[in-house]
Every structure is written in C-alpha cells, then in structure tokens.
C-alpha cells in the first residue's frame, strides 16, 4: 500500500513537472524578461507615464525578439514636466540565461523623441537606453521581473546637451490565455543634464500594458 502510495505521489509530481515544463517553455513576454516565441509576432499597448505608446515585435529565435516602438507623449522625457511629444524607437531583446523559472534578458532600444514648441523651441533627443530584468516564473501564469536601466539622450537643436538617468523598477505579468497577458510595469530614478546650472530631475515610467501574440 505504502509503495502504491509512494508511486502515485510520484507519477503526480512527475506530471506536474512537465506540465510545468512545457507551460514555461512555451510562455512569452512583452515586459518581464522573456521574448517573444521564435518566428512569432507579437503587439503591446501601454498606456500611463509619460504617454501611450505602441510595439511591434518579432521573435528571431527562442532566445532574441526586434521591433518597432511608437510614442504618444505627454510628459517631457519620462519627467513630472507636462509636455507633448513624439517617439520613436527600434527595440533588440536578448535572453543570455534561461535556468529552471529565472531568466535574465538585456535590451537596447536605439530611439529619437521631439517635443516640438516652447519656451525654448523644439527639443530633439536621440536617445540609446539599455538595461536588462531578472524574470521569475511564479506560476504558469504568472510572472515578475525586478529591472534596470540606463537613460542616454542627446539633445541636438538650440543648446546641446547630454541627459543621462539611471532607472530601477519592477514589473508584473499575467498571462490570461496563451496569446494574451496584462502587465504593470515601473522604472524609478533620477535624471541629470549637462546644462551649466542644471539641476536634476526625478523621472519615472508607470504603465498599464496589455500584449498579444499573433
């Protein structure tokens, strides 16, 4: 009886090791430090701070994804400082490490940004922020990732000028069906400019995001 027991216990766990397995294995992300499945496409839609924005991505392989980003904007360079603006952007994603349920994936999104208008005429940013996240697999469902970044822009028109801002956040993502899953995803820091006399900023990202893979 004792053995019965013990083997059924087994079998169990063994089966749900695999289902888990194959779950993960076949999870994708927009935000929490995975890519997008290997020769699939997939769209997200964030809306928060400092705007709405749009992402288109394709997955090379298991471990790489490219895209294009649009942005609507409505605060000045991730600022408290309410301007409009407009973005654009090429994100690369690459996962470097897959081990059991953690991940860890970097980023470059080569990018430019104009905020057309003001006290000081058009600002145009070209911009090259990069950073990574450390994913964890909760559940099939579920997973969070605790992420950095690094802010750089070059303001060209009027006055240049370099902005330089380190960020640092968490994210949330949930999976409701395999092609669909909700996110919440943050970035906190402070933000310094090469301007003589300039002082720094505080700036931040708070975003509803919803994905889906196609």
Do not use: C
Not at 39 to 47: E, F, H, I, K, S
Request: aromatic fraction near 14%; charged fraction near 20%; avoid cysteine.
């Amino acid at each position: 009886m004792r053995k019965a027991f013990a083997l059924a216990v087994l079998l169990t766990s063994a089966a749900s090791a695999q289902e888990y397995s194959r779950s993960q294995a076949a999870h994708w992300s927009t935000v929490t430090g995975e890519t997008v499945s290997s020769d699939r496409d997939a769209v997200r839609v964030g809306l928060g701070w400092p705007g709405l924005d749009f992402t288109y991505l394709h997955g090379i392989d298991d471990r790489r994804d490219f895209g294009v980003h649009f942005e609507l904007l409505y605060g000045f360079e991730e600022t408290s400082i309410s301007k409009f603006g407009l973005g654009f952007g090429v994100p690369y994603r690459l996962v470097i490490n897959r081990h059991e349920r953690v991940t860890v994936e970097v980023h470059i999104e080569p990018s430019m940004r104009v905020y057309p208008g003001g006290d000081f005429g058009t600002y145009f940013f070209l911009r090259a922020p990069f950073g990574g996240n450390l994913g964890l697999q909760i559940t099939p469902e579920l997973r969070v990732a605790a992420g950095a970044d690094l802010n750089i822009a070059l303001n060209l028109p009027n006055t240049a000028f370099l902005e330089v801002g380190p960020r640092f956040g968490f994210s949330a993502e949930y999976q409701v069906d395999k092609n669909l899953d909700i996110a919440f995803n943050t970035r906190f820091g402070p933000q310094f400019y090469t301007l003589s006399g300039a002082t720094a900023d505080f700036a931040f990202v708070t975003q509803v995001v919803v994905g889906y893979r196609m």
